[in-house]
T-cell receptor
C-alpha cells in the first residue's frame, strides 16, 4: 500500500465512450502525475500537477483531459479514444517537484479500448 | 534522446545466485537516480535512490546500487536472488534541466529459476 489509490483498476470502453480514471493520495503531497505504460515502451509522462496547477503536458492528445480539483485528487477524463490508447495508466504523487523527493505510484488502471 | 539505458531487457538467474541489472545514464548535470520494481499486475515500488549523498546506496529487500560518475552507471545488485525477486525493474533518472521529470528506462525483466 503506497498511499496512492486508483480506480477503477480495470476499464473496458468503446471508442465513442466517455469515462474517467480517478486517483487519490493520502500522503499530503503537493505534486501529482499521470503516466502511461504500454507494452515494450518506457513509461511515458503525460501530465504533472503541482499545487493543483498543471506544470507539464507532454504533448498528450486532447482526447485525454486531466483535472486536479485539489492536491489530493487527480482525474483523467477519456473521450473518443483509439485502440492504441489501451495501456496501464499510472498515477503518482510526490511531496514536491524537486528530484530529492520520492515519487509514489498507485497500482494503475488497466484500460482496454475496443 | 534517451537519458537512461538499461543494457539488458531480460536477465535470468538461479535462486541463491547474485543479481546484476545494468543501467547507464547520460547527463551533464548531477542527476538523481532511482530503481523501481514492478511485480505483475502491480504498480511501481521504489527500491532505492541516489541523490548526491553516499555513492553506494542500500535499498529494500537486500538490493543495492552504486553510483559511478566516471562510468555514468548505476547498476543494481543483490548477493542472492529469491524467487520473489522475479519482476520488472526500471532504472530512472531525474534531471534538473527537465524540471525533475522522471525518465524511465525500458525495463529489465528478471527471471529467477529454482
Amino acid at each position: 500500500e503506497t498511499g496512492v489509490t486508483q480506480t477503477p483498476r480495470h476499464l473496458v470502453m468503446g471508442m465513442t465512450n466517455k469515462k474517467s480514471l480517478k486517483c487519490e493520495q493520502h500522503l499530503g503531497h503537493n505534486a501529482m502525475y499521470w503516466y502511461k505504460q504500454s507494452a515494450k515502451k518506457p513509461l511515458e509522462l503525460m501530465f504533472v500537477y503541482n499545487f493543483k496547477e498543471q506544470t507539464e503536458n507532454n504533448s498528450v492528445p486532447s482526447r485525454f483531459s486531466p483535472e486536479c480539483p485539489n492536491s489530493s485528487h487527480l482525474f483523467l477524463h477519456l473521450h473518443t479514444l483509439q485502440p492504441e490508447d489501451s495501456a496501464l495508466y499510472l498515477c503518482a504523487s510526490s511531496q514536491d517537484l524537486t528530484g530529492e523527493y520520492t515519487i509514489y505510484f498507485g497500482e494503475g488502471s488497466w484500460l482496454t479500448v475496443v | 534522446a534517451q537519458s537512461v539505458t538499461q543494457l539488458d531487457s531480460h536477465v535470468s538467474v538461479s535462486e541463491g545466485t547474485p543479481v546484476l541489472l545494468r543501467c547507464n545514464y547520460s547527463s551533464s548535470y548531477s542527476p538523481s537516480l532511482f530503481w523501481y520494481v514492478q511485480h505483475p499486475n502491480k504498480g511501481l515500488q521504489l527500491l532505492l535512490k541516489y541523490t548526491s549523498a553516499a555513492t553506494l546506496v542500500k535499498g529494500i529487500n537486500g538490493f543495492e546500487a552504486e553510483f559511478k560518475k566516471s562510468e555514468t552507471s548505476f547498476h543494481l545488485t543483490k548477493p542472492s536472488a529469491h524467487m520473489s525477486d522475479a519482476a520488472e525493474y526500471f532504472c530512472v533518472v531525474s534531471l534538473p534541466n527537465s524540471g525533475y521529470a522522471l525518465n524511465f528506462g525500458k525495463g529489465t525483466s528478471l527471471l529467477v529459476t529454482p
